[in-house]
């Protein structure tokens, strides 16, 4: 079966870092997905990390740990545009087939 | 290049009835995902079409079923409408099981049911 835990809600700073976390227990493992769903809207793609380490996407980097289950968006610079839904989803084989963490809903204040 | 197209945008149906939701998929893309996202929750794998078949089905009963047709387009039929059907539908295309250039899936504005 799959396990997924990520924070339910997350207060930032407009301009300053956050890193959103999320802990998995899935099988069939191929990867790990972040989407972006800004509220009454569809999710959009963020990052897609197959091997362990960090993928750097201009003010959104992803990092995962595949021994230990594991993965983080990090946000820089926050915007108040970021305030949204952050939903994680390791993946298999098809990737069509995802299952969605209940997403992290971060507020950016001014 | 027009995207996942999703109709109706609302609906209101009453328990025991019956709906269809339908999408267009991206131009180009022959495989479709439907997902069903409660509020404050998130999407929940309901079934996916590849080529007018059914390639896979999530944990839900036989009352959800769906169609793909010939130009890729689908349907969500959802049979005897509960209260906790009330959600929001999304339906999500790629050009392919494997997704997009870096796997990732196209999706729709969503329908959203509420059932009274």
């Known amino acids: 079966g799959q396990n997924i835990d990520q924070p339910t809600e997350m207060t930032a700073t407009e301009g300053a870092i956050v890193q959103i976390n999320c802990t998995y227990q899935?099988?069939?493992?191929?990867?790990l997905f972040w989407y972006q769903q800004h509220a009454g809207e569809a999710p959009t793609f963020l990052s897609y990390?197959?091997?362990?380490g960090l993928e750097e996407k201009g003010r959104f980097s992803s990092f995962l740990s595949r021994s230990k289950g594991y993965s983080y968006l990090l946000l820089k610079e926050l915007q108040m545009k970021d305030s949204a839904s952050y939903l994680c989803?390791?993946?298999?084989?098809?990737?069509?087939?995802?299952?969605f963490g209940q997403g992290t809903t971060l507020q950016v204040k001014p | 290049e027009t995207g996942v197209t999703q109709s109706p945008t609302h609906l209101i149906k009453t328990r025991g009835q019956q709906v269809t939701l339908r999408c267009s998929s991206q131009?180009?893309?022959?495989?479709v995902s439907w997902y069903q996202q409660a509020l404050g929750q998130g999407p929940q794998f309901i079934f996916q079409?590849?080529?007018?078949?059914?390639?896979g089905r999530g944990n839900f009963p036989p009352r959800f079923s769906g169609l793909q047709f010939p130009n890729y387009s689908s349907e969500l039929n959802v049979n005897a409408l509960e209260l906790d059907d009330s959600a929001l539908y999304l339906c999500?295309?790629?050009?392919?099981?494997?997704?997009?250039?870096?796997?990732?899936?196209?999706f729709g504005e969503g329908s959203r049911l509420t059932v009274l």
């Open positions: 079409y590849y080529r007018e078949e059914e390639n």
């Open positions: 999500a295309s790629s050009p392919g099981m494997r997704g997009g250039p870096s796997g990732e899936l196209f």
């Open positions: 990390n197959v091997l362990d």
């Open positions: 989803a390791p993946g298999g084989g098809n990737t069509g087939k995802l299952i």
């Open positions: 131009s180009g893309h022959n495989t």
């Open positions: 899935t099988s069939g493992f191929n990867g």
